[in-house]
């Protein structure tokens, strides 16, 4: 495969962050070709910081360039993503992958039917404190999760908390527990500035997520159990402990950023590699289902469930 050459769809904080991350994971400044965002003068800022060439309409920047990165605001994804896989470009965009069920699902459809690859941006599967847990686990698949995010303010308001703070918790619960979840409506709320729900899942493991805005101090904490071992993983602090028979042992955590784990994992899937811990549209799918049917009380219609998206491989 000849090296990739990028066009970046919005240009704002994430976008900064994301290029400085495929920069420290290795990728040459060479493949930065274009950049567009409806910002002109963050377009321009972000071309003269990577070496970018700003393009006058997203599509132009998707033509001039092999891979295709998004970090636009979270309304814009699908279509954006859209765009991009009809043009055969592979893509990254950020999380969530889409707003609704249904782009979600055409989205996935869309890749697979093509051959394209679409990841998506669930870093939190990178952070360092999470690969130190994955590694302790070594296969073992988690009976009980707690995730508790607290948060001053949120960042983006084109999007619910589910989708902005919980997917990721959403996530990681489908990673650690390696089952299918439900909803447990008696559990379930959500408001504009916090959500709440737990989930069920096929041999009675149980899922609790919580996420609030306005916090006066913030906080993020997953709490997992495996057999008869408890795990506590704080990923502001970046701690992680195992506490059994009343003793908490911390464990190590290094590595690089999640950010730039997730980079490297995604020049790795560029090049032919498949990266186990990196988020494909399916995996994130199946997350916004489960964020759908907890923030909607009405429940999801039979086209909207995991189970009615076909199964993962090229189909015509």
């Known amino acids: 495969m000849s090296a990739p050459t990028l066009a970046f769809l919005g240009a704002g904080t994430m976008a900064l962050r994301q290029g400085q991350a495929f920069l420290d994971a290795g990728l040459s400044p060479r493949a930065f070709a274009t950049v567009f965002d409806r910002n002109p003068a963050a377009a321009r800022a972000f071309a003269d910081r990577f070496g970018a060439v700003p393009a006058d309409s997203a599509r132009g920047a998707i033509e001039r360039a092999s891979h295709v990165i998004i970090a636009t ?26 707003l609704s069920v249904r782009d979600g699902a055409a989205l996935t459809v869309l890749s697979e039917r093509l051959g394209v690859s679409l990841h998506v941006g669930l870093s939190e599967r990178f952070h360092p404190v999470v690969r130190a847990l994955l590694a302790e686990l070594d296969g073992r698949r988690a009976e009980h999760v707690v995730a508790s995010r607290r948060v ?31 909803v447990d409506r008696s559990a379930t709320a959500a408001t504009p500035s916090a959500f709440r729900t737990r989930f069920v899942g096929e041999q009675s493991e149980l899922v609790s997520l919580e996420a609030t805005v306005g916090a006066a101090v913030p906080a993020r904490i997953v709490t997992v159990v495996a057999g008869r071992v408890t795990y506590e993983a704080d990923l502001l602090d970046g701690t992680l402990f195992r506490l059994s028979g009343g003793t908490a042992t911390p464990l190590p955590v290094a590595g690089e950023s999640g950010l730039v784990a997730q980079a490297r994992a995604v020049i790795g899937a560029w090049s032919g590699q498949h990266p186990a811990t990196l988020a494909t549209a399916r995996d994130a799918f199946r997350s916004l289902v489960l964020l759908a049917r907890a923030s909607h009380p009405g429940g999801a219609r039979p086209r909207d469930r995991v189970e009615y998206l076909p ?5 015509g």
């Open 73 to 98: 605001s979270a309304g814009a994804h699908a279509s954006d993503a859209f765009a991009a896989l009809e043009l055969r470009r592979a893509v990254f965009v950020e999380k969530p992958l889409a």
């Open 311 to 315: 199964a993962a491989a090229p189909f």
């Open 152 to 182: 001053v303010a949120m960042r983006g308001r084109d999007c619910s908390i589910a989708q902005n703070l919980a997917v990721h918790d959403a996530d990681l619960a489908l990673l650690l527990t390696r089952t299918e979840l439900r």
